[in-house]
């Protein structure tokens, strides 16, 4: 499956962004997503994640009640709603698409990756 990212921009704290990632060529409902970012000089880390059926969500902490995913099986998109963005936001975030079964945090999981899209919080 190939991943599109889009969305990404600057944009002042507190304010709101919506990224979006286009699937193609697999069966999107077959497959686990979720978004990730990377921060300069930092590790990639889960943000959100929603399950392959039943649209069941996960978040990190840091992003709990601020950031929404979902996922548009008519349109093979994943989204993820960022509000009330904090400079600490800024990274490139990426989507990626895990085969496996269940939900997982662990970045190995996921063997398909979009290109990234840059959100830039400025304060």
């Known amino acids: 499956v190939q991943l599109q990212a889009s969305g990404g921009g600057l944009v002042q704290a507190g304010g709101y962004l919506r990224l979006s990632c286009v699937a193609s060529?697999?069966?999107?409902?077959?497959?686990?997503m979720a978004w990730f970012r990377q921060a300069p000089g930092k590790e990639r880390e889960f943000v959100a994640g929603?399950?392959?059926?039943?649209?069941?969500?996960y978040y990190a902490d840091s992003v709990k009640g601020r950031f929404t995913i979902s996922r548009d099986k008519t349109k093979n998109t994943v989204y993820l709603q960022m509000n009330s963005l904090k400079p600490e936001d800024t990274a490139v975030y990426y989507c990626?698409?895990?085969?496996?079964?269940?939900?997982?945090?662990?970045?190995?999981?996921?063997?398909?990756w979009g290109q990234g899209t840059l959100v830039t919080v400025s304060s």
């Open positions: 060529g697999g069966t999107f409902s077959s497959y686990v």
């Open positions: 990626a698409a895990s085969s496996w079964g269940v939900f997982t945090k662990t970045s190995r999981a996921y063997a398909y």
């Open positions: 929603v399950s392959r059926s039943d649209g069941y969500t």
